[in-house]
């Protein structure tokens, strides 16, 4: 018994499955078909499975290929082609696909239909009106407006101005600015690059006359480089330098400190008492230097308190 044959096209994302979507030019299609017998089960085509594209109305089949079977499954073929304009599609265009095949000693024909967008011309259009759709079909073909055809450069998005570079000089110097005066400044800074003090507008002064202008409000340079050369002079024995001190540590150690006491007289009495020897004879406390055999300091107490100062040897 003669079993029908059944296509059944493999495109769940469309619920009208004959249609085959929107393309732009140079994009690749693929087409898959299935096969079957009225039971549901996939059956291989006897024979080719011939794949046919028409433009709009006419008999004229610009593809016409043999589809290929798919993945090693009963029934399933594919055909992939690109939609090149050298093929013949064009732009706006709407194409049939005609798909034929043999099986089990019966024929079948199904057709599916795809379309080209459609370019935006702009030589004779100022503005387009980018409206929902039109704008998102255009952006569908591409992200860049290489869609757009004609003269480009014709083309003026409303806003925007349209002047030339003459028109914004004028109306720049409407506003009192001069171009012309602006560039002859800089090239004259230009012009003087390499010697910036000839410069209009700059201090033309050379080093003599700038010492001369500083010296005459009261300073001399002069003078301050003798007393810095002085110091250069001395740096390595800064104690010599004029208005520093010149006294050598001995010196400084002779100063009085009080009741003509110098320091360093001082300094060693505090050194005994506070770590020299001592000693305690009925009501007197000895103090002796640091140098083991000087009595430096004798006290006499009473009742824990210091009575008289029998001794006092700093020297």
């Known amino acids: 018994m003669r079993r029908a044959l059944w296509f059944i096209?493999?495109?769940?994302?469309?619920?009208?499955?004959?249609?085959?979507?929107?393309?732009?030019i140079d994009d690749y299609l693929t087409v898959m078909e299935t096969l079957h017998d009225s039971s549901g089960d996939g059956v291989a085509a006897t024979g080719a499975v011939d794949i046919w594209v028409y433009e709009d109305d006419t008999d004229v089949q610009i593809v016409d290929l043999t589809m290929d079977a798919f993945d090693s499954i009963t029934g399933l073929y594919e055909q992939k082609f690109q939609l090149t304009a050298a093929t013949g599609f064009e732009a706006g265009k709407t194409y049939t696909v005609l798909i034929q095949a043999t099986a089990d000693g019966a024929s079948g024909i199904i057709t599916h239909t795809f379309q080209i967008l459609a370019s935006v011309n702009v030589a004779s259009?100022?503005?387009?009106?980018?409206?929902?759709?039109?704008?998102?079909?255009?952006?569908?073909?591409?992200?860049?407006?290489?869609?757009?055809?004609?003269?480009?450069?014709?083309?003026?998005?409303?806003?925007?101005?349209?002047?030339?570079?003459?028109?914004?000089?004028?109306?720049i110097e409407a506003g009192g600015s001069s171009l012309a005066q602006i560039l002859a400044d800089s090239g004259e800074l230009q012009t003087?690059?390499?010697?910036?003090?000839?410069?209009?507008?700059?201090?033309?002064?050379?080093?003599?006359?700038?010492?001369?202008?500083?010296?005459?409000?009261?300073?001399t340079l002069a003078q301050i480089l003798a007393d810095s050369g002085e110091l250069q002079t001395n740096q390595g024995a800064w104690a010599t330098a004029t208005g520093f001190s010149t006294h050598d540590a001995a010196a400084v150690w002779a100063v009085t400190m009080e009741n003509s006491k110098s320091y360093a007289q001082v300094m060693r009495v505090f050194a005994a008492v506070l770590s020299g020897k001592s000693s305690v004879a009925t009501d007197q406390i000895t103090f002796v230097g640091i140098d083991?055999?000087?009595?430096?300091?004798?006290?006499?107490?009473?009742?824990?308190?210091?009575?008289?100062?029998?001794?006092?040897d700093g020297d």
């Open 9 to 24: 096209l493999m495109f769940a994302s469309i619920v009208n499955a004959d249609y085959l979507g929107s393309h732009a």
């Open 292 to 312: 083991g055999t000087t009595d430096r300091l004798i006290v006499t107490v009473s009742s824990g308190a210091r009575t008289s100062v029998d001794t006092w």
């Open 192 to 219: 003087n690059q390499g010697n910036w003090i000839t410069a209009t507008g700059f201090s033309t002064h050379d080093a003599a006359a700038v010492k001369t202008a500083i010296e005459a409000g009261g300073s």
């Open 125 to 171: 259009e100022d503005n387009i009106d980018f409206g929902a759709q039109k704008k998102t079909s255009l952006n569908a073909a591409t992200t860049d407006l290489s869609a757009i055809t004609g003269d480009k450069a014709s083309y003026k998005a409303t806003g925007f101005s349209t002047h030339d570079a003459a028109a914004v000089k004028t109306a």
